[in-house]
């Protein structure tokens, strides 16, 4: 059984080929936005060129472009396939990877929003257990909110500098976590975007 994990949520492009659990090809970089770009070349570099049963995708909250061109690449391949395609969240593979070294306590995963807010949810010390949605909240106003020590993900170093006290472990969703993957809560392929788009029709601006 092999399944392909594509991830381009946040500044990292992350693609994986995990055979019962194990990768046996993987792509990890920081990219920033030149997702579009090297993502079917990292696919196609994977052994096989990333040929899989099923196909798993990082369906955000994140870069609403990388999301966006993340789930078009797995839908495409899903599709030409003929495979399964599952969704997971940004928060809950950065969760899943924090709760490795994490102790106790709860854990609290943010990731790099827009207009100066971050996205992020809570988990217990599992890194599984959900504890409340995402949300997307201005730095400044989760900075009074949270008081976890140690805070995770790509916004981590954000929080803590706004709150001048704890410590950031930066860390990027990885495609290649393993055997981590395959535990996450399948969702459907669609955007999780965790927030209103920024661009407004004409109508919602007249709206009061």
Same mark, same amino acid.
């Given at each position: ?93 950065? /969760?899943?990877?924090?709760?490795? *070294?994490? +102790?106790?306590? %709860? &854990? !609290?995963? @943010?990731?790099? $929003? ?53 410590? /950031?472990?930066?860390?990027?969703? *990885?495609? +290649?976590?393993? %055997? &981590? !993957?395959? @535990?996450?809560? $399948? ?22």
């Amino acid at each position: 059984m092999r399944l392909l994990v594509i991830d381009t949520a946040t500044q990292a492009l992350s693609v994986a080929l995990l055979e019962d659990g194990t990768p046996i090809g993987r792509f990890h970089d920081i990219v920033g936005r030149g997702h579009a770009e090297a993502l079917l070349p990292a696919i196609a570099a994977l052994p096989d060129g990333g040929r899989a049963d099923a196909i798993a995708v990082d369906v955000g909250p994140g870069s609403f472009t990388g999301v966006r061109i993340g789930i078009a690449a797995a839908r495409a391949l899903a599709l030409a396939w003929n495979v399964p395609l599952q969704g997971f969240s940004a928060p809950s593979i950065i /969760a899943a990877q924090a709760a490795i *070294d994490h +102790g106790d306590g %709860p &854990l !609290i995963v @943010t990731i790099t $929003g827009g207009h100066g807010e971050l996205f992020w949810q809570g988990f217990g010390a599992d890194g599984r257990t959900e504890h409340g949605a995402i949300r997307s909240t201005p730095i400044a106003d989760l900075a009074r909110q949270i008081d976890t020590p140690v805070i995770y993900g790509t916004g981590a170093e954000a929080l803590v500098t706004e709150r001048g006290t704890g410590t /950031a472990i930066t860390l990027y969703p *990885d495609a +290649g976590a393993w %055997p &981590l !993957i395959e @535990t996450l809560p $399948g969702l459907s392929p669609s955007p999780i975007y965790g927030r209103g788009a920024d661009a407004k029709t004409m109508a919602e601006r007249a709206l009061p």
